[in-house]
């Protein structure tokens, strides 16, 4: 049960900064602001000459320039979406294809997140914030897949070293 309310809470956790207009990922007094939506067509994620489609680089006279919100703002992405993609993992019960499905869960949550975030006055939603978001999520599950075969192999390796202790000394 608590594993539901953790995944749960992050998704609104999430769906509420999303929600926030003009929110400065630096600055916590923006992390409140009444949510105020913009004229903007849902459907116009369907449109790849959308502005939801637009580059999220920042630049200036045509060079990539960056300030620090905008490396708060991606961090902020990716770890979110790592957790909620490892949340997701631990809520599957069946573990056949359990990492594929955490991360399409992942993938559903920051399409979703970025279409709301594109309504939101002061906000801009974006299809390559759902990239970001979905890389960091199969980092994480890739990272967690790696580590979970390495226990086990680790496993069975110990359970031979053991069964030849054994036999040596019979």
Not at 8 to 35: R, Y
Not at 39 to 56: Q, R
Not at 89 to 108: E, P, S
Request: one cysteine or more; glycine letters at 2%.
């Amino acid at each position: 049960m608590l594993k539901k309310i953790l995944l749960g809470a992050m998704i609104i956790i999430i769906f509420h900064l999303s929600s926030t207009p003009s929110l400065k990922v630096i600055n916590p007094e923006t992390w409140s602001n009444q949510t105020a939506y913009k004229d903007a067509n849902i459907l116009d994620v369907f449109d790849v000459h959308s502005h939801f489609y637009d580059s999220y680089f920042p630049t200036k006279d045509g060079i990539f320039y960056a300030n620090i919100e905008f490396f708060a703002r991606k961090m902020a992405h990716i770890s979110f979406y790592a957790v909620l993609s490892l949340l997701f993992l631990i809520n599957i019960n069946k573990r056949n294809h359990a990492f594929k499905k955490a991360w399409l869960g992942v993938v559903l949550v920051a399409f979703l997140d970025e279409c709301n975030q594109y309504m939101v006055a002061g906000r801009t939603g974006l299809f390559l914030d759902v990239v970001v978001d979905s890389t960091s999520a199969l980092l994480a599950l890739t990272t967690v897949y790696v580590a979970w075969k390495i226990a086990i192999k680790s496993r069975r390796v110990s359970k031979r070293l053991a069964k030849i202790k054994k036999d040596a000394f019979v």
